[in-house]
């Protein structure tokens, strides 16, 4: 299976400041028809995981364009760029590249 | 709009079974893959279960395969996770998501094993 790593698990950030959080797989996420199927999640406290990036680097509709994703092969990055209190909750990478589909630990993100 | 809504959850004993429900509306549901994702108490998110739009491939996680079954009814817009032999490391709240990318998500229903 395609072990997702990520770091750190716990990322108090203040108010206004960046933020990033890493996400490195056991296996190459590259699929044989080219694409990278890297997803991150967000899971607020009392509600349903929502997707906010796909395919590495593609930002779902509706979500705010402080976050950004990046990364190739096995190392890949969420990215935002001035937190805000919305923003606390538990962001998870996610592989669709290779069965089963794995998930990494969770990174809990909190206001400092 | 885009929506799925899960049921069927509750308290079951060891060894039980329980049938999950995702009702989805706003698509054409039988154009889509479908996944059941969980989350047990404290901990992060699974991948549970896969079924391709025509129920051709399907996939299961090691820690559910032989005991759980996933279908799907196009014809009322409906998943299915059939959970049998149930164990106390079941529990959790489980979600239907849409797609192999899992785009949709819905509330999620809570699964309880305890004797």
């Known amino acids: 299976d395609a072990v997702m790593t990520q770091s750190p698990l716990s990322l108090p950030v203040t108010l206004g400041q960046p933020a990033s959080i890493s996400c490195r797989s056991s296996?190459?996420?590259?699929?044989?028809?080219?694409?990278?199927?890297l997803n991150w999640f967000q899971k607020r406290p009392g509600q349903s995981p929502r997707r906010l990036i796909y395919k590495v680097s593609n930002r779902d509709s509706g979500v705010p364009d402080r976050f950004s994703g990046s990364g190739s092969g096995t190392d890949f990055t969420l990215k935002i760029s001035r937190v805000e209190a919305e923003d606390v909750g538990v962001y998870y990478c996610m592989q669709g590249t290779h069965w089963p589909h794995t998930f990494g630990q969770g990174t809990k993100l909190e206001i400092k | 709009e885009v929506q799925l809504v899960e049921s069927g959850g509750g308290l079951v004993q060891p060894g039980g079974s329980l049938r999950l429900s995702c009702a989805a509306s706003g698509f054409t549901f039988s154009s889509y893959s479908m996944n059941w994702v969980r989350q047990a108490p404290g901990k992060g998110l699974e991948w549970v279960s896969y079924i391709s739009s025509s129920s051709g491939t399907i996939y299961y996680a090691d820690s559910v395969k032989g005991r759980f079954t996933i279908s799907r009814d196009n014809a009322k817009n409906s998943l299915y996770l059939q959970m049998n032999s149930l164990r106390a490391e079941d529990t959790a709240v489980y979600y239907c998501a849409s797609r192999l990318t899992m785009d949709v998500w819905g509330q999620g229903t809570t699964v309880t094993v305890s004797s």
């Open positions: 296996q190459s996420l590259v699929y044989s028809d080219g694409n990278t199927y």
